[in-house]
C-alpha cells in the first residue's frame, strides 16, 4: 500500500509521465520535456510506450497558428476498470468504475458484518461479477480492487484489527483471499481513510492538510498530510469518536470507556435520544430519514451533535493546522445541521489566524465518497508509477 507513495520509481520514466498527464499538468510532448527536463528524444520514446499500451490516447489539436499542430495527451480511463467496496456495519455499497474513479454500475446491498467474513467475502465476489456483468465489462478488464472496511486495518498487510464491532474478522488476510478469488491486485484500508483518499485525489488535489470526518453510526476521521494518507504506527490514526467530550460525562462508549464523543454524537447515540424523545429509532439510518423529512426534533439533535464534534475537532485543528475539513458520512449527508454545528464551535474556539481560510464543507461525492475512495485507493495502486514502469518492462 505504501507504493501510493512511490518514491522509489524513477521521477523521470513513464509512469511519472502518465501521473503528470492524468493530474492535468501536462497535455504534449513539449510541456512533458519542460516538466522533467528530460530529451525530447528520451520523452517521445516514454510516451509512444504509453500510447502502445493504450494507457495514453492522442488527437491533433484544431487550433492551427501554421505549422505541425501538436499531439494532446489524454489518459485513457476507459482501458480498463477498478472494483470498489464499502463495507459497513449493516449496509455494503459496491461499485465497478473507470480508471478515473468514474461510477459505472453500482448497488447498496443490506447486510450483517457479524455474519464474518467466510460468507461475506464469498458474496461480495459475487456481487462484483453481476455488477461487471451489467457494466458491460468483464474479469480481464479488472486491473484493481479497492475495499474501506469499518476498522482499523494494518496498512502492510490488509488485515483489520480486533474491533469489538467486527467480530470475527480481527487479522483475516482480506486483501489475499479477495485477490484470490478475483486475481487482480487488492487493497484494503480503513473506510475513513478511503474517504479521505478520494476526496483528497478528487477534490482537493492542490491541499496539503485534509480531515475527513465520518459521522454514522460511529465518528471516525482520515488525516492525509503533505497530500498522503497519515495511518498512524497501529492504523488507528484519526479515532476521533473515542476522544473525550467536555459534555461526555459518565455516558459508557461501546468501547468500554466513559465521556467518549461517540457515545454522545454517534448515530447510535442519536437514535437512542429520539427513542427517549417519543420518536422510536433503533439506528442511524434512521435518524437520517428523520433528518431528511425536515424533523424538528432529529435536526435539533443534530446540531447539537455538530457542536459536540466541533468541541473535540477544535483542538485537532489547532494542532494539525488543515486547510481544510470535509464531512462525509450518513449523519452529515442527511442535513446541513451537523456542519453548522462544528462551523458554530470551530470557527470560535480555534485559533484565528488557523481558521481565517480555513474552510469546513460537505464531501463532493456525498454518499458515494466511500464507494468512491475504494476506486481510488485501488486506482493509486494500478497506476502508481512503480506499478507503471514495471509493467511497461514486461511489455517491451
Ligand atoms: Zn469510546
Not at 480481527?170 to 475513513?192: C, I, Q, S, W
Not at 492538510?209 to 495511518?231: D, Q, S, W
Not at 445541521?337 to 481565517?356: D, H, I, K, N
Not at 481560510?357 to 464531501?363: F, N, P, Q, R, T
Amino acid at each position: 500500500m505504501r507504493d501510493v507513495l512511490d518514491s522509489s520509481a524513477p521521477v523521470s520514466g513513464p509512469g511519472a509521465m502518465l501521473r503528470l498527464v492524468r493530474e492535468g499538468r501536462a497535455a504534449t510532448r513539449a510541456e512533458l520535456v519542460e516538466l522533467t527536463g528530460l530529451a525530447r528524444s528520451t520523452v517521445s520514446q516514454r510516451v509512444d510506450a504509453l500510447l502502445a499500451e493504450g494507457l495514453l490516447v492522442s488527437s491533433q489539436t484544431s487550433i492551427s497558428s501554421g505549422g505541425r499542430p501538436p499531439t494532446v495527451l489524454a489518459f485513457n480511463a476507459g482501458l480498463g476498470v477498478v472494483l470498489a467496496a464499502e463495507i459497513g456495519v449493516t449496509r455494503c455499497h459496491v461499485a465497478v468504475a473507470d480508471l478515473e474513479a468514474t461510477v459505472l454500475a453500482e448497488s447498496i446491498e443490506q447486510i450483517a458484518i457479524n455474519d464474518g467474513p467466510d460468507v461475506l467475502l464469498p458474496w461480495l465476489v459475487e456481487r462484483f461479477g453481476a455488477l461487471l456483468a451489467q457494466a458491460g465489462r468483464t474479469r480481464a478488464e479488472v486491473r484493481g480492487v479497492g475495499v474501506g472496511l469499518p476498522a482499523p486495518v494494518a496498512a502492510a498487510s490488509g488485515r483489520p484489527a480486533n474491533q469489538p464491532t467486527l467480530p470475527g474478522w480481527a487479522d483475516v488476510p482480506v486483501a489475499e483471499r479477495l485477490r484470490e478469488a478475483l486475481g487482480a491486485p487488492v487493497l484494503v484500508d480503513n473506510d475513513v481513510n478511503v474517504m479521505a483518499l478520494g476526496e483528497h485525489r478528487l477534490s482537493w488535489r492542490e491541499t496539503e492538510h485534509l480531515l475527513f470526518v465520518k459521522a454514522g453510526t460511529g465518528i471516525g476521521c482520515g488525516i492525509v498530510v503533505a497530500g498522503e494518507l497519515h495511518r498512524g504506527a497501529h492504523g488507528a490514526a484519526g479515532e476521533l469518536g473515542h476522544a473525550r467530550a467536555p459534555r461526555g460525562g459518565d455516558v459508557v462508549c461501546a468501547c468500554g470507556n466513559r465521556g467518549c464523543l461517540e457515545a454522545i454524537a454517534g448515530g447510535a447515540a442519536l437514535a437512542k435520544a429520539l427513542t427517549a424523545a417519543g420518536q422510536p429509532a433503533t439506528d442511524v439510518h434512521d435518524v437520517a430519514a428523520r433528518l431528511r423529512a425536515g424533523d424538528r426534533t432529529a435536526l435539533s439533535l443534530v446540531r447539537q451533535a455538530g457542536r459536540d464534534v466541533g468541541d473535540v475537532l477544535a483542538s485537532i485543528v489547532d494542532f494539525l493546522d488543515p486547510a481544510v475539513v470535509v464531512f462525509g458520512g450518513e449523519l452529515a449527508d442527511a442535513s446541513d445541521e451537523l456542519v453548522a454545528g462544528v462551523r458554530e464551535v470551530v470557527y470560535q474556539r480555534s485559533l484565528p489566524f488557523v481558521t481565517r481560510d480555513l474552510a469546513i464543507v460537505h464531501s463532493a461525492d456525498g454518499s458515494r465518497a466511500g464507494v468512491v475512495g475504494a476506486a481510488v485507493l485501488a486506482i493509486e495502486h494500478v497506476l502508481a508509477p512503480a506499478t507503471i514502469d514495471a509493467e511497461l518492462a514486461r511489455a517491451g
